[in-house]
């Protein structure tokens, strides 16, 4: 640590010239997408951006999010149940200001990147300086952070981290990434198909079948900003029906991503009649493709089974633009499995500022935790 620091900014203007070299590894750490953030966050979102340095020379690049969760109508709105009620109450006078380091809008490791090899024990460090200035910037606001959390480590990572100062902390899992790591024989959707057993491909020739009358094409900016209150009102449906939120995406943010992202940044709309009853959205990040918001009609969804053809296209894009694995995130795990996707264990660390309030995170946070049931899938022969 003696010649490792670090410099925490607030916009992007003031982000050293190297910082995307240092993160060309990570889309989700690039200025384009920092600038998405920056011109279209969530309203109750606040971002700081953290440069690390070896000496003069940055070496590293990271990201911490600040949510009032004060200012959300609903943390959402599917499940009405007394331990929904209790889970909502404790967030709203225990939680609600809570400090990220890394991203909560998305899943998968993209908090931090290195261009060169950095022990963990450093990296905890670092992160904890970071966490401790930006609440100390709050405080001077009197803002208190409640809630403090490292968020998204994959398993070799988070027992690294484990041997360091966060060691002291709660680690938790919740809902695991589904990634599918493509298979390098699979050129084509006939290729991806060919390999499903029976069963499971009569339910992608039943679900394709229901498509008919549905077309599938990619927005341009211009046709992304015309269609703006459309996307956001398809985007809100799904998003308030999920069982929990801590944000909920800006109006202009997909044509901000657009605007900033160019080609690396893809909306595909589902148009029945001429009108778009849904849509769903990619990042090419490297070798990886991640999938990210979407939103549809839910009547539309159910005639259609619009949300099962979106896997499949998602699918056969990556596959067909050679990509090595798609990020498919949380949610919906089951029908994920049943295109091929795996569950990945994903840890955080987790620490509330009140002393008494951490003493017995370890056994609340499991009682906030909605109960997980699903039965994963192997679709392959």
Not at 219 to 243: G, M, T, W
Not at 303 to 332: D, P, V
Request: glycine letters at 4%; charged letters at 20%; hydrophobic letters at 40%.
């Amino acid at each position: 640590m003696e010649t490792t620091t670090y410099q925490i900014y607030a916009t992007i203007a003031q982000l050293p010239n190297s910082w995307d070299d240092v993160a060309r590894d990570n889309a989700f750490l690039q200025t384009p997408y920092l600038k998405v953030l920056e011109e279209s966050a969530p309203t109750n979102m606040h971002c700081f951006y953290i440069g690390i340095f070896e000496k003069e020379t940055l070496i590293g690049v990271s990201l911490a999010q600040y949510l009032d969760l004060n200012k959300l109508e609903s943390f959402g709105e599917r499940d009405q149940c007394v331990k929904t009620f209790i889970r909502n109450f404790i967030f709203k006078n225990f939680a609600s200001h809570a400090l990220f380091l890394g991203n909560n809008m998305i899943t998968g490791q993209n908090g931090y990147t290195f261009n060169k090899t950095i022990d963990s024990i450093t990296i905890a460090e670092i992160m904890s300086q970071c966490a401790d200035e930006i609440i100390t910037y709050f405080k001077r606001q009197n803002i208190k952070i409640h809630i403090v959390s490292f968020k998204d480590f994959y398993p070799e990572s988070a027992s690294e981290l484990k041997k360091s100062s966060f060691a002291s902390l709660y680690e938790f899992n919740t809902q695991p990434n589904m990634i599918f790591n493509l298979n390098e024989n699979w050129n084509s959707l006939e290729d991806y198909v060919a390999s499903f057993t029976k069963k499971y491909r009569d339910q992608y020739k039943r679900a394709h079948k229901k498509l008919e009358g549905i077309v599938t094409r990619e927005l341009s900016l211009d046709e992304i900003i015309s269609q703006e209150n459309r996307i956001n009102e398809l985007y809100f449906h799904v998003a308030k029906n999920a069982p929990f939120n801590t944000f909920f995406l800006a109006k202009n943010h997909f044509s901000s991503f657009k605007k900033q992202c160019g080609q690396k940044f893809i909306l595909a709309g589902y148009y029945l009649d001429n009108e778009l009853v849904g849509f769903h959205t990619l990042l090419l990040n490297g070798e990886t493709l991640e999938t990210y918001f979407l939103g549809y009609d839910v009547q539309i969804q159910k005639e259609k089974m619009l949300y099962l053809n979106m896997l499949y296209n998602m699918t056969q894009y990556g596959i067909e633009k050679h990509f090595k694995k798609i990020i498919f995130g949380r949610t919906a795990l089951e029908i994920k499995s049943s295109i091929g996707a795996k569950p990945i264990i994903m840890s955080g660390f987790i620490y509330h500022t009140n002393k008494w309030i951490n003493k017995i995170l370890p056994k609340l946070f499991p009682k906030l935790e909605p109960t997980l049931v699903w039965q994963q899938r192997h679709p392959f022969k």
